[in-house]
């Protein structure tokens, strides 16, 4: 396994009339990776990123990458309802160089089958037609209300076993993120709350994917480091501010909130700014 780490999903700051305020961004990315993180996930669920166009977004992917920000640090999430939109995102971001994606299933209509969740990934994958191509799949049921599932995953796997390449599990259950990283050994499984760090690297599972990365990278990093090091003791320490930051920060709404304590740290009130319905 190759793909690992502690990564930022990464907050998105507007301007006074919402468009993605690039600049604030990059500046942003470029002091998470300071700070520790192995790469950020820009325009997953934490960047607001369903209240972005298509065209919004790959302008924006492109003016960070002319301005610096390295591909191999950057994972681009890609799912949408419409097939057509996430074949186009991602192919934009694989011409970019960018070739690790986080894609979440079809998420309009609820209570489909595993079959129907099955092709619809097998056809974006087919659309998409790129063999660098490395997708992670993203479970996160209780905002998406689709849940990908053990039988989804299994013959995504089988079908595709250069382009599956990892998991973004953000149920909350620890107990579920430990059962993938058991079931499927040979897929990268992240953690979405950066309060399992620990047991998910012990599992020996990938890392984390975290909202509160994008305040707390360095207590992720040095606890991934003192793991990886045979530092037990050390990682099991760091895993205290880990947790209370995390804590903290479901005392209330999370992507608000975030940026409220961003704007706050600061001393930079425009990244309260949050489109709505947020």
Not at 71 to 77: I, K, L, N, R
Not at 180 to 191: D, G, M, N
Not at 254 to 265: D, F, H, Q, S, Y
Request: hydrophobic share 50%.
């Amino acid at each position: 396994m190759t793909l690992g780490g502690i990564w930022a999903a990464v907050l998105t700051p507007c301007d006074a009339v919402g468009a993605i305020d690039v600049g604030r961004w990059l500046a942003h990315g470029r002091r998470l990776l300071a700070q520790g993180c192995h790469g950020l996930a820009l325009f997953g669920t934490t960047s607001e990123t369903q209240a972005y166009t298509v065209a919004e977004r790959q302008s924006a992917l492109e003016a960070a990458l002319d301005a610096g920000l390295s591909p191999a640090q950057v994972m681009v999430g890609v799912g949408c309802c419409a097939r057509g939109d996430t074949v186009a995102l991602a192919r934009h971001a694989l011409g970019l160089g960018i070739t690790r994606l986080l894609m979440l299933p079809p998420f309009f209509y609820k209570n489909n089958t595993d079959e129907g969740l099955y092709r619809a990934f097998a056809e974006a994958i087919d659309g998409i037609a790129d063999a660098r191509l490395e997708v992670l799949l993203y479970h996160f049921p209780q905002v998406s209300g689709v849940p990908v599932t053990r039988g989804v995953i299994g013959r995504l796997l089988a079908a595709y076993p250069t382009q599956v390449r990892g998991l973004k599990d953000s149920s909350g259950d620890l107990a579920h993120t430990l059962g993938l990283i058991e079931a499927f050994p040979a897929l990268a499984i992240f953690a979405g709350a950066d309060s399992h760090l620990l047991d998910v690297l012990v599992a020996r599972g990938a890392g984390t994917i975290s909202a509160a990365a994008n305040l707390n990278a360095a207590a992720s990093r040095a606890v991934y480091d003192a793991f990886a090091t045979g530092e037990r003791h050390a990682a099991e320490a760091g895993m205290a501010l880990v947790r209370e930051v995390r804590a903290a920060l479901q005392r209330r709404p999370l992507i608000p909130g975030l940026k409220a304590v961003m704007a706050a740290t600061t001393a930079d009130p425009a990244w309260r700014r949050v489109r709505p319905p947020l």
